[in-house]
């Protein structure tokens, strides 16, 4: 219905909720809720403490400007909210070139709303091509004030290429991303790879999170020391990163690299 553009279940100020937990094993799940921008979920999502299991999805999706949107939500937009939800054994399989991929949403697009007490646990994503992959959000999109707090990730591995984060991969304009707790994870990219997030992009704020048992690895070149406990690389703006606690970790920067703009003659 939100893919077919119905305004009863995708409009600013929907409130959809969970009455009780979910099983999608036996679920081909290569649709998402909002599989494009211009039909996106603008809504109310509550999971009501509700979990939803055994998510699969394998996504061939061509696009010619790589903006596939790959997640339990494809793309949300406007206020959307999610919360109170739990995610747990995902597995993806994003098999194209591009970017947006994630187990809850692919792609927050001029998104000022918010994700809120998500847990996503013993998830498993293999994207080795595409640009923007984590396990709460893939790629944020010029969101103004995208709020993503209180989340859980427990248990997840992911291989993708660039901007690749525990909770999101590309975190573009000023994002926050405050007192969330990433555990036992394997993340793997060519670059920007974090604890929290892959990059984040002109300002937000990574405060008060927890890192705990976090593998990172960056194996391309394509910038020195992108791999950080917090945001594998930072660029211009104001990002506020403080009060990260940290266990068991072998990689110790918080953050990895930081990119500043050379000024023009």
Do not use: H, R
């Amino acid at each position: 219905s939100v893919n077919n553009g119905e305004t009863k279940y995708n409009a600013a100020g929907v409130y959809v909720a969970l009455d009780a937990d979910i099983d999608m094993a036996s679920v081909d799940w290569s649709v998402n809720i909002g599989d494009a921008a211009d039909t996106s979920f603008d809504g109310i999502f509550d999971g009501k403490g509700k979990k939803i299991l055994n998510l699969n999805s394998v996504e061939t999706a061509k696009d010619p400007w790589g903006y596939i949107c790959t997640g339990l939500f494809g793309c949300i937009a406007g206020n959307a909210q999610i919360k109170n939800l739990t995610l747990e054994n995902v597995n993806i399989t994003a098999e194209y070139t591009g970017n947006n991929v994630a187990a809850l949403v692919g792609f927050a697009y001029n998104c000022s709303g918010a994700i809120d007490n998500v847990t996503v646990k013993n998830v498993a994503i293999n994207a080795a091509n595409a640009t923007g992959v984590g396990a709460i959000v893939g790629y944020d999109y010029y969101s103004p004030a995208l709020k993503v707090t209180n989340c859980t990730v427990d248990g997840t591995s992911i291989n993708g290429a660039a901007y690749v984060g525990g909770v999101i991969g590309y975190a573009s304009t000023k994002i926050e991303l405050n007192n969330n707790t990433v555990k036992n994870l394997n993340l793997n990219g060519t670059a920007s790879v974090g604890g929290v997030a892959g990059i984040m992009l002109a300002g937000g704020s990574a405060s008060g999170n927890t890192v705990e048992n976090v593998q990172l690895s960056a194996t391309g070149a394509m910038w020195d020391n992108s791999v950080g406990l917090v945001a594998g690389t930072i660029t211009t703006g104001s990002v506020t990163v403080a009060g990260t606690t940290t266990t068991d970790c072998a990689v110790t920067d918080i953050v990895g690299g930081i990119l500043v703009e050379k000024p023009t003659s």
